[in-house]
């Protein structure tokens, strides 16, 4: 790996570990970063996954006020995401390398669509507040959490912006606080799908530590800025790159 490639994937991490942080789209960003040094598709899904897990890290350290007053929820969604971060890993791991390869562009194309269509935190937040969910912990949000914590494990793109949608609309707790949770629990489900893949999968570990430096960084940034950075044309921006790169993966995958 040359210099400038270490450079740019710790430039690509950094980004992709605020944003991740804040909106859980950090696999549009990084992803495609590893694929443009070369990697392929199952290399470069498993070595993002691994770098994935300081971007937890730096998110969760820096949440602990959010936190405050969630520990129920955070042991039993906390456990559904780790169970789907088990089950998503074992999935890739028997997915063959060229079916993944034809997946990924869909994958990619409904992550994008659904952060388009989603509605925006606040108003989540508040049809959340309007319900009267507040501390409680439904068992279909347990459920909810371990389908998104599967998808997580396998491959990733917008797993956030799924979890946080929910925990929002559930919950009726706000953004700062339903995000800290979706780090944490987004954190164990790539945490243990990242221990899989360090064993059993062929991870780019010179890949992996720029990138893994930038997650940290950006992922520690990430939830002192969530209060004041407008998401909507961010996520805007993001989802239509995301198509875009959807249909060109999808055309280097059937051609």
């Known amino acids: 790996m040359s210099l ?8 690509a991490g950094l980004g992709a570990g605020l944003i991740g942080s804040i909106a ?6 990084s992803y495609p970063a590893l694929l443009a040094t070369g990697l392929s598709p199952v290399a470069a899904n498993v070595t993002n996954t691994v770098a994935l897990v300081l971007s937890g890290v730096g998110a969760v350290s820096a949440s602990r006020p959010e936190l405050t007053g969630q520990r129920d929820r955070l042991v039993r969604l906390g456990a559904a995401g780790l169970l789907g971060g088990v089950t998503g890993a074992v999935l890739l791991l028997l997915t063959p390398a060229a079916a ?5 562009p869909f994958l990619i194309a409904g992550a994008s669509v659904a952060i388009l269509v989603q509605r925006p935190p606040r108003e989540l937040a508040a049809g959340g507040t309007a319900a009267g969910q507040r501390h409680r912990v439904h068992w279909g949000l347990v459920l909810g959490t371990f389908g998104a914590s599967v998808y997580a494990g396998y491959f990733g793109a917008a797993a956030g ?4 949608a929910m925990y929002l609309l559930v919950t009726g707790e706000g953004v700062p606080r339903s995000n800290a949770l ?3 629990v987004l954190g164990l489900a790539n945490g243990v799908a990242a221990v899989g893949y360090a064993f059993f999968a062929d991870v780019a570990w010179l890949a ?3 990138l893994a430096i930038g ?30 790169l ?6 280097d995958a059937f051609d």
Do not use: D, M
């Open 161 to 164: 912006v799924v979890l946080l």
């Open 215 to 244: 997650f940290l960084l950006g992922g520690r940034l990430g939830p002192r800025v969530v209060r004041r950075v407008p998401q909507t044309l961010l996520r805007r921006l993001i989802a239509v790159a995301g198509l875009a």
């Open 246 to 251: 959807a249909v060109h993966l999808g055309l």
């Open 208 to 210: 992996a530590l720029p």
């Open 24 to 29: 859980g789209l950090a696999s549009l960003i």
């Open 4 to 11: 400038l490639e270490f450079g740019l994937l710790t430039l």
């Open 182 to 184: 979706k780090n944490v």
């Open 100 to 104: 993944f390869e034809r997946l990924v």
